[in-house]
Structure formats: structure tokens, C-alpha cells
């Protein structure tokens, strides 16, 4: 509509032929009728009413009976047997197939060293999006504003270099060939440490050296996705591991985690790429360590955790224009290492690590879970939806958006 608005002397006349390339029948019903019955361009055309009134007729389970159309008629032929007969189309405004596209999906990815799975939470369905097996185990994964999915992590030796032998696996996923793409090693390798990007760039924040001494790190790498090569950004004021690491409108925010001393932190602080500084801001409510974090209808929520009294089901959410932290609704269980991400409009926690009882000792030790829970905005209450998912077992976990014509159902 905004087309033809551009230009209504000369585009209006080609409105009924455009509406036929509409798929309105996959158009939620309150909009039809709130934003497309009522458009200006549409209540006082009576030609364009009239067909509308086919698709109100769909709505009600009531179709027109497709006309049949002779096979020689159609090739310009005058006569036909009946047998040449074929069955026509419904009106073009009724036509209610996807087009390719219209198979993107929200999916939740999950990614290991065994292939890499996509589960649909609407439908309740799997999806295999990649069979190859060279992930790392311990590995970190982002997915960009343009939907394009890293692997950071591991260990990998370059005999070459005497200085710096070891280096990090650096991969992203190419959705034709289903394969994960070598990229650039990671220099300066580590683990516990924090993934975001922003415009073109990847930061690596801070975690732990994965050599002797393992310290805690306040270096951050940067690649830039433009010229495909890593440097050193600004460093953190602090050294940290174990933290949580998102991104929002341009900035970078680094949110607890333990310091050299191995002590959970409550501090928060933020880098602007542009300025080029670190910025402290209100900290967390409860100190807290590898933890699940997401940001939620522009708000970053902060979920479960290891404390230093041990684990924690307390969930806190900060108002990034306020500056301040509030709690949430708890959790269901204390866990550490949790998935906290937000697709399709909903806020999902998936797997984790819990204390659970062992046939093999009295006391409770560290299990992996691999079920999924949704937030219910209305009730305020946690809903699991998925007891186990097999799949999330090992698996790093992100939202992303995923064209389900290209990918095998399990």
C-alpha cells in the first residue's frame, strides 16, 4: 500500500491485480479485517470488495467450487473428450501456498560435536540442520543481527608458530552446504568467556587462559567481519570468567562472573565501540556466575547461576533505561550453565546443570538437563513445554531463523 501511496495517479488502477499476489487466507483473521478491509484504497472499490468477500467466505469454511478447465481449450483447441478434462485453479486471491520464503521459522538451535539440530517450540518438531561432527566440544556460539551463526572455541596447534602455537577453532555456518566454514583462527585461546557482536564486529570477553595457570582474562578480541581479521579491543577494567555477555543497540554489556580470586561478582559495566570506553553500571542484585542471560523486550534478564553459597534459581531483569535491577519470577529448580534465550516473542530457558540423586551415591551430584521451559507472560510462571530433548545434550543454544524447506525433518 505504501507503493501505491507513492504514486496513486498511475499505481491505483494495478491494485486488483496485485491483491491476486497476496496470500491473504494466511493472514490472521483480526488483521484482515482491521487493517485490509478498512484501507482506504479497499472500502470504496466494489471490485476489490467483492473478491474480499471470497476470502471472508474461506474464513467460514465456505470455498467456490473450482472450475474445470478442458486441456485443449486451454491450448486454443475447440473441442475436448472428457477425459481431457482437467481441474482448475481456485481464484488467485484464495491461494493459500507458502511461498519459499514463507518457511522461515523461529527455531532454537542447538549445536554439539555430534551435528547440529533446530527445534521448533510451535510445532514441536526437529529439524537436522548440519551432520558435521567438527565442532568443538567446549565452544561458545553466536548468532548476528543478519541471522549469520559462529563457533568459537576449542583448542587448535600451529606447530609454525613458536610464539603462539595455540589458537581457537573459528566457524560459521554456510546454510547451502549445511557445513561449518573455517575462518580465521582465534588467537590468544580461552574458555568461560563472553560472545556479542556488534555492527560488523565479534568481541571475545575476557574468561580463562587454557594454559598453565589458567587466569582470569580482561583482554577482549575483536574480529572484524569486513576485513576478516582478529586485534585487541579495550580491555576490561577487571579480569573476569564465567560472566554473561550481550548485546544491545551498539553496546556491549558484561554482567557478573568470578574474578581471579574465583569470587562471584555483582558488577555490571558496558563498552561503547564508538567512544572507545568501559562504563560501570548498577550491579546485579546477587552475585552470581555462569548463569543464563538474554535480552527480552529491551531488557536484559538474568537467570539462575552459581553463587558462591552454591546454586540459585533467582531470576533478576535490568531496565537499561533506568539503570536498575528488579527480581523476577524464580525459577523451578537451582541450576548453573542454563540457556536463556528470547525467539518468536517468548523468553525460553533450556537445559542447564542441576543437583539431582545418583544410583551411584547418596548424595546429589551435577546432572545435565535437557528439557525447555517457556515464560507465561499472562500467568507469571515458568511452563515447562519439553521434559528432554535429547539434542541439547552438550549443545550451545541460540535463536535463530531458519528456512525449514532446506532441512530434514527427524
Given at each position: 500500500m505504501d507503493w501505491i501511496k507513492h504514486d496513486e495517479t498511475t499505481r491505483l488502477k494495478e491494485l486488483p491485480e496485485l491483491l491476486h499476489c497476496v496470500r491473504f487466507r494466511l493472514i490472521p483473521k483480526d488483521y484482515f479485517k482491521e487493517q485490509v478491509e478498512c484501507h482506504q484504497y479497499i472500502r470504496f472499490n466494489q471490485e476489490i470488495k467483492k473478491e474480499l468477500d471470497l476470502v471472508i467466505d474461506a474464513h467460514r469454511g465456505r470455498l467456490p467450487k473450482a472450475k474445470r478447465i478442458a486441456s485443449d481449450e486451454a491450448?486454443?483447441?475447440?473441442?475436448?473428450d472428457e477425459e481431457d478434462v482437467e481441474e482448475g485453479y481456485l481464484p488467485g486471491?484464495?491461494?493459500n501456498n507458502p511461498r519459499f520464503g514463507m518457511f522461515e521459522m523461529d527455531l532454537i538451535l542447538m549445536i554439539n560435536n555430534t551435528g547440529t539440530v533446530?527445534?521448533?517450540?510451535?510445532g514441536n518438531e526437529c529439524f537436522v540442520v548440519s551432520e558435521s561432527t567438527q565442532i568443538p566440544k567446549n565452544h561458545s556460539s553466536l548468532v548476528t543481527k543478519q541471522n549469520q551463526i559462529f563457533v568459537v572455541g576449542g583448542l587448535l596447534y600451529?606447530?609454525?608458530?613458536?610464539?603462539?602455537?595455540?589458537?581457537?577453532?573459528?566457524?560459521?555456518f554456510d546454510p547451502v552446504s549445511s557445513e561449518w566454514l573455517g575462518m580465521p583462527s582465534q588467537p590468544n585461546p580461552r574458555c568461560l568467556f563472553g560472545l556479542a557482536e556488534v555492527e560488523n564486529s565479534i568481541y571475545v570477553v575476557g574468561g580463562?587462559?587454557?594454559?598453565?595457570?589458567e587466569h582470569a582474562l580482561s583482554s577482549v578480541m575483536i574480529y572484524d567481519r569486513q576485513s576478516f581479521k582478529w586485534g585487541e579491543s579495550d580491555p576490561l577494567p577487571y579480569e573476569v570468567y564465567g560472566h554473561?555477555?550481550?548485546a544491545h543497540k551498539g553496546l556491549v554489556y558484561v554482567i557478573g562472573g568470578k574474578s581471579e580470586s574465583k569470587k562471584c561478582m555483582r558488577r555490571v559495566c558496558v563498552y561503547n565501540p564508538i567512544k572507545f570506553e568501559w562504563k560501570d553500571l548498577a550491579p546485579l542484585t546477587t552475585a552470581?556466575?555462569?548463569f543464563g542471560i538474554a535480552v527480552h523486550n529491551n531488557q536484559i534478564y538474568v537467570a539462575t547461576g552459581v553463587t558462591d553459597s552454591g546454586l540459585t534459581s533467582s531470576v533478576e531483569v535490568y531496565d537499561i533505561t533506568a539503570n536498575k535491577w528488579s527480581e523476577f519470577t524464580e525459577f523451578p529448580q537451582e541450576r548453573s550453565s542454563l540457556n536463556l534465550i528470547s525467539t518468536g516473542g517468548h523468553l525460553y530457558a533450556i537445559g542447564g546443570y542441576a543437583m539431582m540423586p545418583s544410583d551411584s551415591s547418596e548424595d546429589p551430584v551435577p546432572t545435565e538437563m535437557t528439557d525447555i521451559w517457556r515464560y507465561d507472560e499472562s500467568e507469571k510462571c515458568w511452563s515447562g513445554i519439553l521434559r528432554e530433548l535429547y539434542y541439547a545434550e552438550g549443545s550451545s543454544i541460540l535463536p535463530v531463523r531458519l528456512n525449514t524447506l532446506r532441512l530434514t525433518k527427524l
Amino acid at each position: 500500500m505504501d507503493w501505491i501511496k507513492h504514486d496513486e495517479t498511475t499505481r491505483l488502477k494495478e491494485l486488483p491485480e496485485l491483491l491476486h499476489c497476496v496470500r491473504f487466507r494466511l493472514i490472521p483473521k483480526d488483521y484482515f479485517k482491521e487493517q485490509v478491509e478498512c484501507h482506504q484504497y479497499i472500502r470504496f472499490n466494489q471490485e476489490i470488495k467483492k473478491e474480499l468477500d471470497l476470502v471472508i467466505d474461506a474464513h467460514r469454511g465456505r470455498l467456490p467450487k473450482a472450475k474445470r478447465i478442458a486441456s485443449d481449450e486451454a491450448k486454443g483447441g475447440e473441442e475436448s473428450d472428457e477425459e481431457d478434462v482437467e481441474e482448475g485453479y481456485l481464484p488467485g486471491i484464495l491461494n493459500n501456498n507458502p511461498r519459499f520464503g514463507m518457511f522461515e521459522m523461529d527455531l532454537i538451535l542447538m549445536i554439539n560435536n555430534t551435528g547440529t539440530v533446530a527445534y521448533d517450540p510451535v510445532g514441536n518438531e526437529c529439524f537436522v540442520v548440519s551432520e558435521s561432527t567438527q565442532i568443538p566440544k567446549n565452544h561458545s556460539s553466536l548468532v548476528t543481527k543478519q541471522n549469520q551463526i559462529f563457533v568459537v572455541g576449542g583448542l587448535l596447534y600451529n606447530e609454525e608458530d613458536k610464539d603462539e602455537p595455540f589458537m581457537s577453532y573459528f566457524l560459521q555456518f554456510d546454510p547451502v552446504s549445511s557445513e561449518w566454514l573455517g575462518m580465521p583462527s582465534q588467537p590468544n585461546p580461552r574458555c568461560l568467556f563472553g560472545l556479542a557482536e556488534v555492527e560488523n564486529s565479534i568481541y571475545v570477553v575476557g574468561g580463562k587462559q587454557l594454559k598453565e595457570g589458567e587466569h582470569a582474562l580482561s583482554s577482549v578480541m575483536i574480529y572484524d567481519r569486513q576485513s576478516f581479521k582478529w586485534g585487541e579491543s579495550d580491555p576490561l577494567p577487571y579480569e573476569v570468567y564465567g560472566h554473561g555477555t550481550v548485546a544491545h543497540k551498539g553496546l556491549v554489556y558484561v554482567i557478573g562472573g568470578k574474578s581471579e580470586s574465583k569470587k562471584c561478582m555483582r558488577r555490571v559495566c558496558v563498552y561503547n565501540p564508538i567512544k572507545f570506553e568501559w562504563k560501570d553500571l548498577a550491579p546485579l542484585t546477587t552475585a552470581r556466575s555462569l548463569f543464563g542471560i538474554a535480552v527480552h523486550n529491551n531488557q536484559i534478564y538474568v537467570a539462575t547461576g552459581v553463587t558462591d553459597s552454591g546454586l540459585t534459581s533467582s531470576v533478576e531483569v535490568y531496565d537499561i533505561t533506568a539503570n536498575k535491577w528488579s527480581e523476577f519470577t524464580e525459577f523451578p529448580q537451582e541450576r548453573s550453565s542454563l540457556n536463556l534465550i528470547s525467539t518468536g516473542g517468548h523468553l525460553y530457558a533450556i537445559g542447564g546443570y542441576a543437583m539431582m540423586p545418583s544410583d551411584s551415591s547418596e548424595d546429589p551430584v551435577p546432572t545435565e538437563m535437557t528439557d525447555i521451559w517457556r515464560y507465561d507472560e499472562s500467568e507469571k510462571c515458568w511452563s515447562g513445554i519439553l521434559r528432554e530433548l535429547y539434542y541439547a545434550e552438550g549443545s550451545s543454544i541460540l535463536p535463530v531463523r531458519l528456512n525449514t524447506l532446506r532441512l530434514t525433518k527427524l
